[in-house]
């Protein structure tokens, strides 16, 4: 094994095993409000003794370990086809010693080969910067969040909602509306307003690599996001859906320009189990530093 | 927090009601897709799977085997429910269930056999694997390994105090049905 290896199928471990600080925060000042003695509070008791034991055994958080997502920033000259096969033999890895679950089917036979390889699995994305360092951050992204993502293409009648932030607001709000219950609540949403159907849903994603306690940096974008979290905890929807404060722990906002034609607002949703890490690492392959 | 142990009877599910937080003792059954789609084409279990007034779990654990050969369940959360809609009634039915655990609930088809039949829907803590494995205490056997792969194979699984909220009682009431249509009626003030 080599260095770059090692470091990979660390990061992949520690993604799926461990919480990271920011989300774990706001989940434990989600136990506080939601009323004691309540369904929703042992529901998140429940999940606060999931987290430690999941650290403490060293496995995997929820067993479904998702869709694994590398994003990569690399210097001008970095050999990305190298990293791609070092990535995926980590997977591989990663899956045998059980920090990943098969979790990657074929999907016209339904196949699965137990390796977590295969089109699309798993996804990278590459990014080149000017500074010489080389930073990795994953996702591991669930399947049961993933299915209550949803797009909406503006203005939506049904929900009076125009092509403007008050015509968002609304669907973004619909769209947890119609999660409750499904995807594992509280959730975080990451929300892309413009760019097409493709690229829309992409940067909602990369939301989640945001922390869960940032600020926008556009004062726009971050009132609405602090509005879209108060209004989504006022409903009551709470923890699993079970009623109660939580509904969501975070919401994270970015724009893209889109053509003249279109208006899209993409909302990926994730559960509370958000497997999210980061490490930069040295010239060899050897991390230098946790990046959450 | 009430418990739940065997016997399983409809007069224990009768007195439910939605909002309940239990802890079951007892055998539990884990079935999903493939053995909903199995059921309902009308096949058979294997004889040891007496699901007669048991409780089904949706559920694809990860299950391994440890130095001495024994299993052992390593992670089990609950699996998404509504995607065995359309066969539940049917199930409950036919083997007068009494109890249908798993996360996000279900429709209209499966509350009315809950009320019909004497059965509840109970919802546990969706992502909390960990938790939800300790709480088995022995992994009894396995069953249509071969046809369904580990995670759609019926298990066997002795738990105790593994805790669920009844979200479907058997009186026709649904929480999900409540949260809903209470969010929905705040939401429209906020807009
Ligand atoms: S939605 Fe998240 S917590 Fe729930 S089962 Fe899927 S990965 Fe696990």
Known sequence: ?292 | MLKLSPPFTAEKMRALKVGDEVLITGTLFTGRDAVHKHLHEGGKLPPQVNLQNGMLYHCGPVVIKDDQGRWKCVAAGPTTSIREEPYQWQVIRDYNLRGVIGKGGMGDKTLAACKEHGCVYLHAIGGAAQVLAERIKRVCGVYMMEEFGAPEAIWEFEVEDFPAVVTIDSHGNSLHKDVFAASQAELAKHL
């Open chain 1, 1 to 292: 094994m080599n260095m770059l290896q090692d470091s990979l199928l660390e990061l992949i471990r520690r993604t799926s095993v461990e919480i990271p600080e920011d989300v774990h925060r706001a989940i434990l000042n989600s136990l506080e409000q939601e009323k004691k003695g309540s369904i929703a509070a042992s529901a998140m008791q429940i999940i606060d003794q999931n987290i430690a034991l999941a650290k403490n055994k060293s496995q995997p958080i929820c067993q479904d370990t998702g869709s694994v997502i590398f994003y990569v920033e690399c210097p001008p000259g970095y050999d990305q086809i190298v990293f791609e096969e070092t990535a995926r033999k980590a997977v591989k890895t990663a899956t045998k010693k059980g920090f990943l679950r098969q979790n990657s089917v074929d999907s016209i036979t339904g196949k699965n080969d137990g390796t977590n390889l295969g089109p699309g699995a798993p996804a990278l994305h590459f990014h080149q910067h000017r500074s010489a360092e080389v930073g990795v951050k994953l996702i591991l992204k669930g399947g049961g969040c993933e299915n209550v993502g949803a797009q909406y293409s503006l203005p939506n009648e049904k929900l009076a909602a125009g092509r403007d932030l008050e015509g968002c607001r609304k669907v973004i709000l619909d769209a947890v509306l119609q999660a409750q219950g499904k995807g594992c609540g509280p959730g975080i949403l990451g929300v892309c307003v413009g760019g097409d159907r493709a690229t829309g849903y992409e940067a909602s994603k990369q939301q989640f690599l945001r922390k869960i306690d940032d600020n926008n940096p556009n004062p726009e974008l971050d009132r609405l996001e602090k509005d879209i979290v108060a209004t989504a905890n006022k409903l009551g929807i709470g923890p699993m859906g079970f009623g109660g404060k939580t509904t969501l722990l975070g919401a994270k906002i970015c724009v893209l320009n889109r053509v003249p034609a279109s208006y899209f607002v993409s909302v990926s949703y994730m559960c509370w189990a958000y497997r999210r890490q980061g490490v930069s690492l040295e010239a060899d392959g050897k991390i230098s530093q946790w990046l959450y």
